[in-house]
């Protein structure tokens, strides 16, 4: 089974990919936190990286592409896996298809765009663990004890994320109609999700989707 998590910066893939990846026990290839591991890095490179990311634009189509297309060789033809975060260009969806590589599912997370800015502006990392809270949700609710020491990702400042949205808008959301396209295909199926949800309800919505929509992979 071979996923991709379609979206705007802020819709919530991370959390379902992560979600998925449990209930299904498939690797997820998250460009996003590739690509900051890389700029620790400190190489050439990285800093290419590191330029695009912290102004909020998206990083060259060759660079991600080669990183990704890297990452897939290495695993067997058949093994299953969740790109959160990839494609995000036209190009980078031909990629895929050059590669011989048929994606099953496609899931569009859909939500506004003043509840992404405000989504992005409360979340902070806990940078030992890595995991992502949201000062907004998780200590309103109570849901779980915040850290004290948490960090904000270069990249979730207002006018970054602003920049990050216009990339989206421009950019990105032309692989909406690629894959509703592609949903033509009998091995391919597009889901268009509203995040405006709880966590747990989405978590329910892709289940029964995954379990009524069967595909003879
Ligand atoms: P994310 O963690 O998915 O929000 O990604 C953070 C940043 O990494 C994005 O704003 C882009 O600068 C870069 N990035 C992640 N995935 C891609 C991709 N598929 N193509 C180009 N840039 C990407």
Avoid: W
């Amino acid at each position: 089974m071979k996923i991709v998590l379609l979206g705007a910066p802020g819709t919530g893939k991370g959390t379902q990919a992560q979600f998925i990846s449990n209930q299904y026990n498939l690797p997820i290839i998250s460009t996003g936190n590739i690509l900051r591991k890389l700029v620790k890095k400190n190489t050439k490179v990285g800093n290419i990286i590191n330029n695009s990311i912290s102004n909020g634009k998206l990083v060259p189509d060759i660079i991600i592409t080669t990183i990704v297309k890297n990452i897939i060789a290495k695993l067997k033809k058949e093994t299953g896996f969740i790109l959160d975060g990839f494609p995000r260009t036209i190009q980078q969806a031909n990629e895929l298809k050059k590669m011989g590589i048929n994606i099953n599912y496609v899931f569009e997370f859909i939500l506004s765009k003043d509840i992404i800015l405000k989504r992005l502006q409360g979340r902070r990392v806990d940078p030992i663990t890595e995991t992502i809270y949201n000062i907004n949700i998780d200590s309103n609710n109570n849901t779980k004890d915040l850290p004290k020491k948490l960090t904000i990702r270069t990249d979730d400042h207002i006018n970054i994320i602003n920049k990050r949205f216009q990339e989206y808008e421009t950019t990105t959301k032309k692989l909406s109609n690629f894959f509703i396209e592609e949903n033509k295909k009998h091995y391919l199926k597009y889901f268009k999700i509203d995040s405006n949800h709880q966590i747990e309800f989405i978590n329910k919505k892709i289940k029964k989707i995954l379990k009524c929509n069967k595909i003879n992979i």
